[in-house]
């Protein structure tokens, strides 16, 4: 008996694992939709983006590719800023929409996605509409095969909604794909052989290490080395425990002074990052006089854009090891004083402000002291990242996570796919997100799917009433007078009660300490309003 298309692709989407559908349903994915299997799962939000954000967070903490389901072109065009993210972060994630009814495309009526291949671009590795219903099995199948393969990303099919019924002619062939590749024989050697030879050799280590579960390796290398590590500017993921004494901190985002922070090195790898991820201009040289830079990446557009250094295309971990293998050991170098972490803005002196007030270095003490050791940790707070990586380095792997493209609105729900990841996997790990009042308005929706999952996070809201970091940017840029810098008037309580959330304004350390206390053995999520003394930290 035949089979329909819709039948084929879900019998595929077992096969491969993909039982757990992000969406947000539209009138063009209900044909898909219907009928839903039992031992499938699907998982609502109310917005396209928390659909994205909170797919990729879970695709992370499982490290396994996630499926997204959209409303044609609104949907897509809703979920772009997270879809960017995805991208930079190098999430494998399959993104699905329906289209119109074949019959009208001709005619673009209402809700048609017009240009469906080329909407999603350039934050798509590959993106179709079958030219046959027949064909939508096979191209789950490559697309899913294209999501995987190094460097991983998101990927999207269009799917007019009438071609679900359709007959399916055969079943996709189900294939597997490698997701790493090895390093060069002879070019690996040759790196090993200048880093053994380096009289004082750094290692910059990037998120991919994170990602593919490198920390050992991470260590192997810079121990038998004795070589200073840095973690490459902007880490969405910190690749190596920040309490080693190897570990000297983040390198800043801007050219001037990341080669003042390498002087003194004469050969420095930077290995599962770009070269390098810079932001606000501060002219100066790329590099320090003398420093032979040299590149790992599994990312032929980072070591293809890269202004210096010789590159090598290789998957991280892999590369480590190889590494790690084949270098001369060394006396180890002296503990390093260690510096601002992953991507932080120096902290800056409090403002005039009520003497009770907590500042944010309070807030994040009381909040490390108060949670377990295994906490893991989503930060969206831009604002007062040097006092958080103060408060809270990093020392065990997969405990923190942010965005590695800067648009704001990812974080919130990603803390609801790694929560729903800790739960699956039976890790269960207390999740812990750090948001600002300013940062949280762009997913606050994201609230909704986590009371709807039942998942014990505790939602911290540093209120500073204003973006802060944009006027450490006015500072820089020399740029006063612009508005739009203030938030007055937001009640974070009330709106997180409107989505059904627990939620609560604190404004001591104790009662901080008291609600982590109660927080995570709620069976739903916690929001706190923490109002905090306002800083404008500097960005050099």
């Known amino acids: 008996m035949a089979i329909t298309i819709r039948e084929a692709t879900f019998n595929l989407l077992r096969q491969l694992g993909l039982t757990t559908i992000f969406g947000n349903p539209g009138s063009t994915e209900e044909t898909f939709l219907k009928d ?3 031992d499938f799962r699907y998982i609502q939000t109310l917005q396209e983006a928390s659909a994205v954000g909170a797919a990729d967070g879970y695709a992370q ?66 993106s179709y509409e079958p030219v046959r219903a027949e064909d939508v099995p096979a191209a789950f199948m490559r697309a899913y095969a294209t999501a995987l393969q190094p460097p991983a990303g998101p990927v999207f099919l ?19 794909v490698a997701s790493r590749i090895g390093p060069d024989p002879e070019r690996i050697a040759k790196f090993a052989e200048l880093l053994s030879k380096a009289k004082n050799p750094a290692l910059i280590y990037g998120a991919a290490i994170a990602r593919g579960g490198g920390w050992k390796q991470a260590v192997a290398l810079a121990e038998k080395l004795g070589a200073t590590v840095w973690a490459a500017p902007a880490s969405e993921r910190p ?16 050219i001037g002074p990341l080669a003042k922070k390498l002087e003194g090195h004469d050969v420095a790898i930077v290995i599962g990052a770009p070269i390098f991820r810079y932001y606000p201009y501060i002219a100066g040289p790329y590099l320090p006089e003398n420093l032979c830079l040299l590149h790992i990446s599994d990312d032929p557009a980072e070591t293809g854009r890269a202004p210096v250094g010789d590159s090598m295309l290789c998957d991280a971990v892999l590369a480590l090891e190889a590494l790690e293998s084949r270098v001369q050991s060394r006396t180890a170098a002296p503990a390093v004083k260690k510096q601002a972490h992953r991507m932080a803005p120096h902290p800056a002196a409090p403002m005039p402000a009520p003497s009770n007030m907590l500042t944010a270095l309070e807030l994040f003490t009381a909040l490390r002291e108060a949670t377990p050791a295994e906490t893991v940790l989503v930060e969206e707070s831009p604002s007062n990242l040097g006092e958080l990586h103060a408060a809270w380095p990093i020392t065990l792997p997969d405990t923190f996570y942010t965005f590695a493209s800067g648009s704001l609105g990812w974080n919130l729900p990603a803390s609801v796919g790694i929560a729903m990841a800790e739960r699956d996997s039976g890790r269960n790990r207390p999740v812990l997100a750090i948001i600002g009042d300013g940062s949280m308005q762009y997913s606050v929706q994201g609230l909704w799917t986590a009371v709807q999952q039942g998942l014990p996070i505790l939602f911290v809201i540093p209120k500073n009433g204003e973006y802060a970091i ?22 974070l309580v009330s709106l997180a009660k409107g989505y059904g959330c627990e939620a609560v304004r604190v404004e001591t350390a104790d009662e901080v300490r008291k609600i982590c206390a109660e927080a995570f053995s709620r069976s739903g999520p916690t929001l706190i309003e923490v109002p905090i003394v306002p800083t404008v930290p500097s960005l050099l």
């Open 158 to 176: 269009s799917i007019p909604l009438d071609d679900w019924d359709k007959p399916a002619t055969e079943a996709p062939v189900v294939r597997c």
């Open 470 to 491: 944009l006027k450490s940017f006015a500072t820089l840029e020399e740029t006063p007078g612009v508005p739009g810098l203030d938030l007055p008037g937001l009640d």
């Open 239 to 254: 690749p190596f425990p920040e309490d080693h004494p190897l570990y000297a901190g983040g390198l800043p985002f801007a």
């Open 61 to 126: 903490a499982t490290r396994k590719p996630a499926l997204v389901n959209v409303h044609t072109s609104a949907g897509l065009c809703n979920a772009m800023s997270n879809i960017l993210t995805a991208s930079m972060n190098k999430t494998p994630l399959i993104i699905t929409a329906g289209n119109q009814t074949r019959e009208m495309l001709l005619m673009e009526p209402w809700l048609t996605n017009v240009q469906p291949a080329e909407l999603p671009k350039p934050w798509i590795k590959w």
């Open 36 to 38: 839903f299997p039992k």
